[in-house]
């Protein structure tokens, strides 16, 4: 999904550089609420770490072999945790692909999205960068209840 659409936006890229599809309006002035457009980031999120495109290819890619390498420790045997690392792992190969095919080195970026309660314009983001997001969060609220449960579940065990 995130190849192909960056692929349809790379295609379309000088058309939506200067004229985004409006997705979701509904807001007074020059701004939407959702639209579809055409950046390029060679940095990470909010474009951290810019000038080190290289660093970040590196570390997209050792974040793959490390989870591949400690997939056991990560219970990677159960569904949960496999839907959540796919998309994390997703996420990730699908920058990694942009960061080493495309010259120059950076990431294809085009969901933009403004949230007018407080007039801030988020910046622009991809399908790989939803799957990052949505599997870390994932991961997260897991971890949450997996700890309650175990904690639960020490409770009621007999004490010997």
Known sequence: MDLLSKSWVVENA??????????????????????????????????????????????????????FIFRKHLELSEMPQQLIFGSICGGIAGNLTDRIFREPAAVVDFIDIYIPVVSYDYPVFNVADSGIFVGAASYFIWSLFEARSEKLNKELEPSP
Request: glycine share 6%.
């Open 14 to 67: 000088q058309k939506l550089r200067y004229d985004p599809i409006v997705f979701i309006d509904g807001i007074s002035g020059k701004e939407a609420f959702l639209e579809i457009t055409y950046v390029t980031n060679p940095g990470a999120a909010w474009s951290m770490l810019s000038d080190y495109p290289e660093f970040l290819t590196a570390l997209a890619a050792f974040a793959l072999l490390a989870i």
